[in-house]
């Protein structure tokens, strides 16, 4: 109602900024550079939506969408980004952010509601860093991936973080297409660059739950993609 929208238009200024770590280099090739930094929302009842870039020197990363869920720390992340040298100095710009309000009617406990959402399980994460590709040597990580919640998403996206004795040595993110409720998927990511000799893999849920537009309906009903449709003048 136009209460409700007044009601959080009037009380944005009680969402508590998020924090936004320092940014970190990862090689990802000879001549490319990922970055990532991590962010926190510590707001229990707001999530909020916005742009972010990397800059280092007079170069920029691509303008990538971001989101952070309530309670959620998660990482920003920009990937193959050419450079004749490691950038140093990397900052991260935060644009566009608009916090969002949780209505209580739909979620009356916000955690428990993200949870179900959320509730993926992750089995047999391996990494191995001698697969061979051509004349390289590249790294593999693969794991198992059920949907455990009620849910159908159309292409959910999974932070993957590659660490050796407590330090992150790789990010990256895999996509999963049409992943219904009760799905198991085997899921491959290939790691290049300086490759870790061993490490830990932690794959974590990017998805924003409060887009309408993730969800596929239910069975028993027409399964367009709403991304997809055109729309006529």
């Known amino acids: 109602t ?18 936004v770590g320092s940014v970190k280099v990862l090689q990802g090739t000879d001549t490319s550079y990922d970055f990532y930094t991590l962010v926190k929302n510590t707001n229990s009842d707001w999530y909020a939506t916005f742009t972010y870039v990397f800059s280092s020197g007079g170069t920029t990363s ?5 989101f952070v869920m309530p309670g959620e720390e998660k990482y920003l992340m920009s990937f193959g980004n050419t450079a004749e040298s490691r950038p140093s100095s990397v900052t991260v710009t935060i ?6 309000h949780i209505n209580r009617h739909e979620a009356p406990d916000v955690q428990a ?31 198992t991936l059920t949907n455990t919640t009620p849910y159908a998403y159309w292409t959910p996206q999974f932070t993957v973080i590659l660490e050796r004795a407590g330090a ?3 990010v990256s993110k895999a996509t999963v297409s049409e992943f219904s ?10 790691w290049y660059g300086e490759l870790a000799a061993s490490g830990t893999v932690t794959v974590v849920p990017d998805i924003n739950y409060f ?10 009903m027409p399964a ?3 991304r997809d449709n055109s729309f006529d003048n």
Do not use: C
């Not at 644009?95 to 969002?100: C, I, K, P, Q, R």
């Not at 409720?181 to 290939?190: H, I, L, Q, T």
């Open 2 to 19: 136009n209460a409700d929208e007044m009601q959080a238009i009037a009380s944005q200024s009680r969402a508590k900024d998020m924090s």
């Open 62 to 66: 691509r303008i990538e969408d971001g």
């Open 95 to 100: 644009g566009e952010l608009v916090w969002h």
């Open 113 to 143: 509601w993200l949870n179900e959402h959320r509730n993926f399980t992750v089995a047999d994460a391996t990494y191995s860093s001698d697969i061979g590709l051509a004349n390289d040597k590249i790294g593999r990580t693969t794991f």
């Open 168 to 170: 992150i040595v790789g």
């Open 181 to 190: 409720a009760g799905d198991v998927r085997s899921v491959e990511v290939r």
């Open 211 to 220: 887009d309408e537009d993730v969800y596929m309906p239910p069975q028993g």
């Open 224 to 226: 367009n993609d709403p």
